[in-house]
């Protein structure tokens, strides 16, 4: 069973759409990250939101985190070839007296110029 | 400065064989853990080690072992590698516990055959 579900698994869309792409928990968590990750490379830290109800905009990238904070959706506007990777939610768990960083299985996301 | 360096960067190895995985931090960092990703999923916690010992660790059986150096860098150490742990391994590090941000190293892409 994931701690994190990210929702859809694939996204294959057209240069110019809108995406959304979800991030669920059961679990209450301190803080969500968002990565993307491109073939070949680690993950890339895009953005942490921390306050239940945040939002957090960077450049045509809109971050909401749920206000009971088990939740988060990352969305895109007018979808850029370059925007093409993996995008991953990970929150903090808190187990065992440290905080782990745990990832959902991510969604592909090909844009198509 | 530079961030956090994994080698080697790419490695094929045989099953049954053993291979040893660097990584060294960020600077200023002591928090090194290690995440095994399969093509396509989001990466899987393998264990986490701060002042030399391991202090969290994932759902990996004690072929993964690991070790952390007083100057932080760090080691993964697999035995007995078998077809199934062909992925993406990837050394993350942070500073302290929660709520500081993790930086990822680009992988240690492991080919069993």
């Known amino acids: 069973t994931q701690l994190l579900e990210q929702s859809p698994q694939f996204l294959s869309i057209q240069e110019g759409e809108n995406l959304t792409v979800y991030c669920n928990s059961s679990?209450?968590?301190?803080?969500l990250q968002w990565y993307r990750q491109e073939p070949g490379e680690g993950p890339v830290l895009l953005v942490t939101?921390?306050?239940?109800?945040e939002v957090k905009k960077l450049k045509r990238l809109t971050f909401q985190f749920g206000d009971a904070r088990k939740d988060s959706s990352l969305h895109i506007t007018a979808a850029q070839p370059g925007d093409t990777g993996l995008y991953l939610c990970?929150?903090?768990?808190?187990?065992?007296?440290?905080?782990?960083?745990?990832f959902g299985r991510g969604t592909s996301l090909i844009v198509h110029p | 400065d530079a961030g956090v360096t994994q080698s080697p960067t790419h490695l094929i190895k045989t099953r049954g064989q053993q291979v040893t995985l660097r990584c060294s931090p960020k600077?200023?960092?002591?928090?090194v853990s290690w995440y095994q990703q399969a093509l396509g999923q989001g990466p899987q916690f393998i264990f986490q080690?701060?002042?030399?010992?391991?202090?969290q660790r994932g759902n990996f059986p004690d072929r993964f072992s690991g070790h952390q150096f007083p100057n932080y860098s760090s080691e993964l150490n697999v035995n007995a590698l078998l077809l199934g742990d062909s992925a993406l391994y990837l050394c993350?590090?942070?500073?302290?516990?929660?709520?500081?941000?993790?930086?990822f190293g680009e992988g240690s892409w492991l080919t069993v055959v």
């Open positions: 080690y701060y002042e030399e010992e391991e202090r």
């Open positions: 990970a929150g903090e768990g808190y187990r065992g007296g440290s905080y782990i960083p745990t």
């Open positions: 679990s209450v968590f301190s803080s």
């Open positions: 939101v921390v306050t239940g109800g």
């Open positions: 600077s200023g960092h002591d928090t």
């Open positions: 993350a590090s942070s500073f302290g516990q929660a709520g500081n941000t993790i930086y």
